[in-house]
C-alpha cells in the first residue's frame, strides 16, 4: 500500500478529501477550526513536495445548494492556515472546477464547494414525495446511484493521485470517500497523515493492548453503545460504565432510580451485558453513589446518595465521591484505556466533577505509561473543556467513524484503500 511519507508529489495533482466539517457560528465565523488544522499536516507535504491539491469537504448536511452550507465561509481560514491563497471552485463538479483543477500550478491549491450540494455524493435519492411508491423509490435510487458513477468519474478526473484524510466521513461509502478510490491504482491512492493516526490510534487500542486495558463508556443512551460494548467485552479487561446509560443497567440489576435517564426497553440488553462480562472476566464497573438533582438544571437542588437509591422526584446526573474513587481506582493501574461519552451531564458545572475526576485519571495513567484514546463527539469537548487534550495520548477526530471502527467494522473510506 501506498503511504503519503513516501509518495513525492511533485508535479501531480492530488484530490484530497478532508473533513472540513467546522462549526459556523451566525456570522459565519469558524468557532472550532480544530478539524481543519488536523489536514494541514498532509495538505502542507504536497505542497512542500511541489504538487498542488484539490481539496474536497462536506460542511453541514444540506440537501442542495445552501448558502448557509457553503464552503466559501472557510476559504480564508484555509488559505491563511495553509499559507497561500486558496482558489475556490463555486460547483464542485462543473467545467469551471475542471478547468481550474487543470490550470493548477506546483505548490497551488484549489477548494471546491460542498460536495454534498450534489446529492450525488452520498448518493441518496433527493426531495422524494413521503408517500411515494416503492417503484418510484426504487427507480430514484437507480437513477441516482448512475448519476453518482458519473460524479465520482468527474471528481477523479481532476486529479492524479488520490488522498482521503477525511476520518471523520470514513464510515460512509460516498463518492469523494470512497467510490473515487476505484479511479486511481493502488500506488495512487493513500491515507492522509490524519486518518494514518486516526487508524493506528484505534489499531494499537483494539489489536494489541497493553494489559490491563479499560474501557469507559459514559453518555447518555445505552441503546447508541450496544454495539461497541458487545465488541469491547471480548476485548478489555475493565469495563467502566458512567453516565446517563448507567441508570439502566442499575435498574436492570433491581435498584431504584428516580427519575433519572433509562432505557425500559433495554433491561434486557443491560442484563445481557453484564452476564456477558461476567462470563467473560470483564470487571464492570458503575460508580455505587450518585449526585442527584431535583430537576434536569444545574441550579437544581443536589445531594449525594448510593446509585441504586434514588428517590422518586430525583435524577442522578453525575457520579458521586465515592464512584470517582472506583473509577479513578480502576483507571490507576491500565495500560490501554478507550473513553467515548462523559460519566456526567459534564456541560452543567455542578455535575462536571465526576467527568473532570476520570478524565485527570486518565492523565494520571498515561503520564504512567498507558496510552489513552479519547474520542466520540462529547468525550472530546469535555477533555477541551477542562484543558487536557494535550495530556492523553490520543484524542479522535471521528465521531460516527470512530463507535463503528470500535465496533470492529469495516469502514469503507479505508477498505477503500487498503483493500480491508
Ligand atoms: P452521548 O452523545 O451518548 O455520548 O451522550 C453525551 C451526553 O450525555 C452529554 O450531553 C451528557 O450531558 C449526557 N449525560 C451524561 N450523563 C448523564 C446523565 N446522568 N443524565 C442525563 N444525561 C447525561
New binding site residues.
Given amino acids: 500500500m501506498m503511504t503519503i511519507d513516501k509518495f513525492n508529489f511533485a508535479g501531480k495533482k492530488a484530490f484530497v478529501r478532508v473533513d472540513f466539517n467546522v462549526p459556523l457560528d451566525a456570522d459565519f465565523n469558524i468557532t472550532d477550526d480544530t478539524r481543519i488544522r488536523a489536514a494541514m499536516p498532509t495538505l502542507k507535504k504536497i505542497i512542500a513536495d511541489g504538487g498542488s491539491v484539490i481539496i474536497g469537504s462536506h460542511l453541514g448536511r444540506p440537501k442542495g445548494v445552501t448558502d448557509k452550507f457553503s464552503l466559501k465561509h472557510i476559504l480564508a481560514h484555509v488559505s491563511e492556515l495553509l499559507g497561500t491563497d486558496v482558489q475556490f471552485a463555486s460547483d464542485c463538479a462543473s467545467e469551471e472546477a475542471a478547468m481550474k483543477a487543470a490550470a493548477l500550478q506546483p505548490g497551488e491549491a484549489l477548494l471546491l464547494e460542498n460536495l454534498r450540494f450534489y446529492a450525488e455524493e452520498e448518493g441518496k435519492p433527493r426531495g422524494l414525495a413521503e408517500d411515494a411508491t416503492d417503484d418510484v423509490k426504487a427507480a430514484a435510487k437507480k437513477e441516482i446511484k448512475e448519476k453518482q458513477k458519473e460524479f465520482t468519474k468527474q471528481l477523479a478526473s481532476y486529479a492524479d493521485v488520490y488522498v482521503n484524510d477525511a476520518f471523520g466521513t470514513a464510515h460512509r461509502a460516498h463518492a469523494s470517500t470512497a467510490l473515487i478510490a476505484d479511479y486511481f491504482d493502488a500506488d495512487h491512492k493513500m491515507f492522509g497523515f490524519l486518518m494514518q493516526k486516526e487508524i493506528d490510534a484505534v489499531e494499537k487500542t483494539m489489536k494489541d493492548p497493553a494489559r490491563p486495558f479499560t474501557a469507559i463508556i459514559?453518555?447518555?443512551?445505552v441503546s447508541?453503545?450496544i454495539d461497541i460494548i458487545e465488541n469491547l467485552l471480548d476485548k478489555v479487561d475493565n469495563l467502566i460504565i458512567?453516565?446517563?446509560?448507567?441508570?439502566t443497567f442499575i435498574k436492570a440489576e433491581g435498584g431504584k432510580i428516580g427519575n433519572?435517564?433509562v432505557e425500559d426497553d433495554k433491561l434486557d440488553v443491560a442484563k445481557d451485558i453484564i452476564a456477558k462480562a461476567k462470563a467473560n472476566n470483564v470487571k464492570m464497573v458503575i460508580a455505587s453513589d450518585?449526585k442527584i438533582a431535583d430537576a434536569?438544571s444545574n441550579d437544581a437542588n443536589s445531594k449525594f446518595v448510593d446509585a441504586d437509591q434514588i428517590p422518586d422526584g430525583w435524577?442522578?446526573?453525575?457520579i458521586g465521591p465515592k464512584g470517582e474513587q472506583e473509577f479513578a481506582d480502576v483507571l490507576k493501574n491500565s495500560k490501554t484505556i478507550l473513553w467515548?461519552?462523559?460519566?456526567?451531564?459534564?456541560?452543567?458545572s455542578n455535575?462536571a466533577q465526576g467527568?473532570k475526576v476520570t478524565a485527570l485519571a486518565v492523565v494520571e495513567a498515561t503520564k504512567h505509561g498507558a496510552f489513552s484514546l479519547v474520542g466520540?463527539?462529547?468525550?472530546v469537548a469535555?477533555v477541551n473543556q477542562m484543558g487536557l487534550a494535550n495530556d492523553v495520548s490520543y484524542v479522535s477526530t471521528g465521531g460516527g467513524a470512530l463507535l463503528e471502527f470500535i465496533e470492529g467494522k469495516v469502514l469503507p473510506g479505508i477498505k477503500a484503500i487498503r483493500g480491508y
Fill in positions: 459514559g453518555g447518555a443512551k447508541s453503545k458512567g453516565g446517563g446509560m448507567a441508570f433519572s435517564l450518585a434536569f435524577m442522578g446526573l453525575d467515548n461519552g462523559p460519566v456526567g451531564v459534564f456541560e452543567f455535575f467527568s466520540g463527539g462529547d468525550s469535555c
